[in-house]
C-alpha cells in the first residue's frame, strides 16, 4: 500500500510572494508530499487571512512560533515532516533552529542566513540532532546538472584548471526598489540581506554549480563588490577571482544590472583534455568537447552510458524519473527533484529513526549554506581591502 503524503508546512510566502510558488507546486508535483499548514505573513492577521485565501485548504498559523509548537500536539499523521523556509534572508535562521529543536526537517532558502555565526550554529545543531536538512540551491536540481558532476568528476575533462561559473540578470538595473517592489525592497537592504546583495542573492548560486559539478573548493579570493545604481548601500555587481584548492582559477561572478539578461546563469568547466558548457535558460542539454574532436551537445533523456565516449553514469542519474526528451524540463521540474530527492531522505531518517548526514549529492546541504556564506563574508573583506587576495575560512 502506498504511504501516506509527506505534510509540509511554509514558512513565508503570503501576499504576493515569489518563490513560495515554484517550491509550493514541486511540493505537490508527485502527490507523495503535499503542503498542509503556513504561516505565511510577519502579521498575524494577515497570516490567517492568506492561509484561508490560500488555493487549497491548509492549516493557517498566526506565526511560525506557532505553528512549529502545536506540532507536539498533534496525532503523527498531522505532524508536519518538514517545514519550507521562503523568508527574506534575515527570517531563515530564527525559524530553521526552532523548527531542529522540535525535530522538524528543514529546507531552507539559500542564502543559509545573514552571518557565519549563525551559519555555523545551524550546522553545530543538525551535526548534533541528525535531522534532515536541505538548502534550496534550485539548479542542482536539473538532471543535467547531476549529468554534469558525473562528467567531470569522471576525469573525463582532465585536470580542471579553470571555471568560469555565473549568474547575470538585468531586473535591478534601475532603482526598482523606490517604486516598493516586494522582492526589490528587501534585498538591497543589508540587515534584511545580509552583507552583500548580488552576491548572496545570486553569487553564491554561481559558487554552488562549480563546487557541486567539480568538488572543488575555493580556498583564497580577490573580490570586486561594486553597485553601479546609485545610492544603493549593497552591491548589484560581483566579481571574483579565485583559487581553488587543486591548483586551478576560476571566476565566480554575478550581475543584476545587466539589461536584457534574464535569469542568466551557467557555467563553463575547463580541463586539461576538454571542457563542459551549460546554461540553465537552455538547460535540456550540455555540450561537452575534448581536445581535436567534434563538440558533443547530450540532451536529458538521450544519454546512454557507455557509449564509447560516456563511461559509466551513476545509476542513481539514470534511475531518476523524467519525461521523454523533447518534452522540455526546466525551472519548476528542478525544484521538484529537489523536493523529492529530500523527502527520500526525510522518510529514510523517519523510517531509521537513526540520525542523518545527508551527503550533498543530489540538493545543497547544511554545510553548503555555511559554505556560501563563508564564501560571501570573505569577498566582503577582500573587497573592503580593494580586491586584496583574501583566504576562505577553514571548511566547517
Ligand atoms: N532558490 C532560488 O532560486 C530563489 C529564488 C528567489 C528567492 N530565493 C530566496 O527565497 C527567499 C524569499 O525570497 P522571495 O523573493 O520569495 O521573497 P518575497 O519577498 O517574495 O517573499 C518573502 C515572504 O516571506 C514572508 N515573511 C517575511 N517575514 C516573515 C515572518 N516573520 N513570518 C512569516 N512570513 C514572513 C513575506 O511576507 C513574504 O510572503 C529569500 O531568501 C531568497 O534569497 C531563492
Same mark, same amino acid.
Given at each position: 500500500?502506498?504511504?501516506?503524503?509527506?505534510?509540509?508546512?511554509?514558512?513565508?510566502?503570503?501576499?504576493?510572494?515569489?518563490?513560495?510558488?515554484?517550491?509550493?507546486?514541486?511540493?505537490?508535483?508527485?502527490?507523495?508530499?503535499?503542503?498542509?499548514?503556513?504561516?505565511?505573513?510577519?502579521?498575524?492577521?494577515?497570516?490567517? =487571512?492568506?492561509?484561508?485565501?490560500?488555493? +487549497?485548504? @491548509?492549516? *493557517?498559523?498566526?506565526?511560525?512560533?506557532?505553528?512549529? /509548537?502545536? #506540532?507536539?500536539?498533534?496525532?503523527?499523521?498531522?505532524?508536519?515532516?518538514?517545514?519550507?523556509?521562503?523568508?527574506?534572508?534575515?527570517?531563515?535562521?530564527?525559524?530553521?533552529?526552532?523548527?531542529?529543536?522540535?525535530?522538524?526537517?528543514?529546507?531552507?532558502?539559500?542564502?543559509?542566513?545573514?552571518?557565519?555565526?549563525?551559519?555555523?550554529?545551524?550546522?553545530?545543531?543538525?551535526?548534533?540532532?541528525?535531522?534532515?536538512?536541505?538548502?534550496?540551491?534550485?539548479?542542482?536540481?536539473?538532471?543535467?546538472?547531476?549529468?554534469?558532476?558525473?562528467?567531470?568528476?569522471?576525469?573525463?575533462?582532465? =585536470?580542471?584548471?579553470?571555471?568560469?561559473? +555565473?549568474? @547575470?540578470? *538585468?531586473?535591478?538595473?534601475?532603482?526598482?526598489?523606490? /517604486?516598493? #517592489?516586494?522582492?526589490?525592497?528587501?534585498?538591497?537592504?543589508?540587515?534584511?540581506?545580509?552583507?552583500?546583495?548580488?552576491?548572496?542573492?545570486?553569487?553564491?548560486?554561481?559558487?554552488?554549480?562549480?563546487?557541486?559539478?567539480?568538488?572543488?573548493?575555493?580556498?583564497?579570493?580577490?573580490?570586486?563588490?561594486?553597485?553601479?545604481?546609485?545610492?544603493?548601500?549593497?552591491?548589484?555587481?560581483?566579481?571574483?577571482?579565485?583559487?581553488?584548492?587543486?591548483?586551478?582559477?576560476?571566476?565566480?561572478?554575478?550581475?543584476?544590472?545587466?539589461?536584457?539578461?534574464?535569469?542568466?546563469?551557467?557555467?563553463?568547466?575547463?580541463?586539461?583534455?576538454?571542457?563542459?558548457?551549460?546554461?540553465?535558460?537552455?538547460?535540456?542539454?550540455?555540450?561537452?568537447?575534448?581536445?581535436?574532436?567534434?563538440?558533443?551537445?547530450?540532451?536529458?533523456?538521450?544519454?546512454?552510458?557507455?557509449?564509447?565516449?560516456?563511461?559509466?553514469?551513476?545509476?542513481?542519474?539514470?534511475?531518476?524519473?523524467?519525461?521523454?526528451?523533447?518534452?522540455?524540463?526546466?525551472?519548476?521540474?528542478?525544484?521538484?527533484?529537489?523536493?523529492?530527492?529530500?523527502?527520500?531522505?526525510?522518510?529514510?531518517?523517519?523510517?531509521?529513526?537513526?540520525?542523518?548526514?545527508?551527503?550533498?549529492?543530489?540538493?545543497?546541504?547544511?554545510?553548503?549554506?555555511?559554505?556560501?556564506?563563508?564564501?560571501?563574508?570573505?569577498?566582503?573583506?577582500?573587497?573592503?581591502?580593494?580586491?586584496?587576495?583574501?583566504?576562505?575560512?577553514?571548511?566547517?
Amino acid at each position: 500500500m502506498s504511504q501516506r503524503p509527506l505534510n509540509v508546512g511554509l514558512i513565508g510566502g503570503g501576499k504576493g510572494a515569489f518563490i513560495v510558488q515554484p517550491h509550493q507546486r514541486a511540493i505537490n508535483s508527485d502527490g507523495t508530499r503535499r503542503v498542509t499548514a503556513g504561516a505565511l505573513f510577519p502579521d498575524p492577521k494577515i497570516a490567517m =487571512e492568506e492561509a484561508a485565501k490560500w488555493p +487549497y485548504p @491548509i492549516t *493557517g498559523y498566526p506565526s511560525y512560533d506557532d505553528m512549529i /509548537t502545536a #506540532q507536539a500536539g498533534l496525532p503523527n499523521d498531522k505532524k508536519l515532516d518538514y517545514v519550507l523556509i521562503v523568508t527574506p534572508n534575515h527570517v531563515h535562521f530564527d525559524p530553521a533552529m526552532k523548527a531542529l529543536k522540535a525535530g522538524i526537517p528543514v529546507f531552507c532558502e539559500k542564502p543559509l542566513t545573514v552571518n557565519l555565526e549563525q551559519a555555523a550554529e545551524l550546522v553545530k545543531m543538525v551535526h548534533k540532532t541528525g535531522i534532515p536538512f536541505g538548502v534550496a540551491h534550485t539548479y542542482l536540481g536539473h538532471w543535467t546538472t547531476r549529468f554534469s558532476r558525473a562528467i567531470v568528476r569522471s576525469g573525463l575533462l582532465g =585536470e580542471i584548471r579553470w571555471v568560469d561559473s +555565473y549568474y @547575470i540578470q *538585468g531586473w535591478l538595473a534601475t532603482k526598482l526598489e523606490d /517604486t516598493g #517592489q516586494q522582492q526589490a525592497s528587501w534585498r538591497v537592504n543589508p540587515k534584511l540581506a545580509g552583507a552583500s546583495g548580488c552576491g548572496g542573492d545570486i553569487g553564491t548560486h554561481a559558487l554552488m554549480q562549480l563546487r557541486f559539478l567539480t568538488g572543488l573548493e575555493v580556498t583564497e579570493l580577490s573580490a570586486q563588490l561594486e553597485a553601479f545604481v546609485p545610492g544603493r548601500k549593497l552591491d548589484d555587481h560581483f566579481t571574483i577571482y579565485c583559487k581553488l584548492n587543486n591548483g586551478a582559477k576560476a571566476l565566480v561572478r554575478a550581475s543584476q544590472i545587466c539589461i536584457g539578461h534574464k535569469n542568466d546563469l551557467g557555467i563553463s568547466v575547463n580541463g586539461t583534455k576538454g571542457s563542459l558548457r551549460w546554461r540553465q535558460e537552455d538547460p535540456e542539454c550540455i555540450t561537452v568537447s575534448l581536445m581535436g574532436q567534434p563538440d558533443r551537445v547530450y540532451y536529458r533523456g538521450c544519454v546512454v552510458p557507455n557509449d564509447g565516449f560516456l563511461k559509466d553514469m551513476p545509476a542513481d542519474l539514470m534511475a531518476e524519473p523524467v519525461i521523454p526528451p523533447g518534452h522540455p524540463e526546466a525551472f519548476h521540474d528542478a525544484f521538484a527533484r529537489l523536493h523529492r530527492c529530500f523527502e527520500a531522505d526525510v522518510r529514510k531518517w523517519k523510517a531509521t529513526g537513526k540520525p542523518m548526514h545527508i551527503d550533498g549529492s543530489k540538493y545543497a546541504n547544511v554545510e553548503d549554506g555555511w559554505m556560501g556564506i563563508a564564501f560571501i563574508e570573505t569577498c566582503v573583506k577582500s573587497a573592503k581591502k580593494k580586491g586584496l587576495w583574501t583566504k576562505m575560512p577553514r571548511k566547517i
